[in-house]
């Protein structure tokens, strides 16, 4: 069964600090992949997704993601954390012609000042 | 502005009563799906509709129901019969074009509804 797995819970880094938000996913055919961002009591937002081609996905707000197919992830990076970052965060994974999303249990992102 | 709207963003009920949940859109999309998420359980799929008079059961279907009598409008239905119904619902759209086509994945949400049971 499809499945996506974000292996942190809750994640704290300093203001200015790199970040790497892992995600990882169990689907048979070619993934579409997406990361959502959520502040608290809001709906979520797209950060950036993946269909196909280059595996270095460019996102809003700075982010970045990494397809990679030998290790069935998909992390989301931040080279510098700002304090207005701080939320949960979902990698979900699509499942092609039907429009349905898979979502992983989410990482909530602290950041320190 | 284009988007989806859910209405209330607060709603309390007593224990036993159905209670509906508005979810409308203006984006022109096809698809239109429910979520409800507890906390430490991400985003869990209630029910999705593809096309006007159509939906299906998602993950936990249970104890809920939803009509689709209009493109822009999904309202969902948490009924007696749903056992822990305090939780955060969201709605969701997308164009869902035609089968196979990636692009038409990526889901739009609204701001969500938080239904308190006393």
């Known amino acids: 069964a499809q499945s996506v797995t974000q292996p942190d819970i809750h994640i704290t880094v300093s203001e200015g600090a790199s970040l790497e938000l892992r995600c990882n996913y169990s689907?048979?055919?070619?993934?579409?992949l997406f990361w959502y961002v959520q502040s608290p009591g809001q709906g979520l937002q797209l950060l950036l997704k993946?269909?196909?081609?280059?595996?270095l996905v460019q996102g809003i707000k700075g982010f970045e993601a990494e397809f990679k197919r030998s290790q069935s992830s998909f992390n989301l990076r931040k080279p510098s954390v700002h304090w207005s970052d701080a939320a949960e965060y979902f990698c979900?994974?699509?499942?092609?012609?039907?429009?349905?999303?898979?979502f992983g249990k989410g990482t909530k992102l602290s950041v320190k000042p | 502005d284009g988007g989806i709207t859910q209405s209330p963003k607060y709603l309390f009920r007593k224990e036993g009563q159905n209670v509906t949940l508005s979810c409308e859109q203006n984006?022109?999309?096809?698809?239109m799906y429910w979520y409800r998420q507890d906390p430490g359980q991400g985003l869990r799929l209630i029910y999705y509709?593809?096309?006007?008079?159509?939906?299906q059961k998602g993950d936990i279907a249970e104890g809920y129901s939803v009509s689709r009598e209009k493109k822009e409008s999904f309202p969902l239905t948490v009924t007696s019969a749903q056992k822990n119904p305090t939780a955060f619902y969201l709605c969701?759209?997308?164009?869902?074009?035609?089968?196979?086509?990636?692009?038409?994945?990526?889901?739009?949400f609204g701001p969500g509804t938080r239904l308190t049971v006393l």
């Open positions: 993946y269909f196909s081609g280059d595996t």
């Open positions: 509709s593809q096309i006007v008079n159509d939906f």
């Open positions: 979900a994974v699509g499942l092609g012609s039907q429009g349905n999303l898979i």
């Open positions: 969701a759209s997308s164009i869902m074009g035609l089968a196979g086509l990636s692009s038409y994945n990526e889901q739009f």
């Open positions: 689907y048979g055919a070619t993934p579409y």
């Open positions: 984006l022109n999309h096809d698809a």
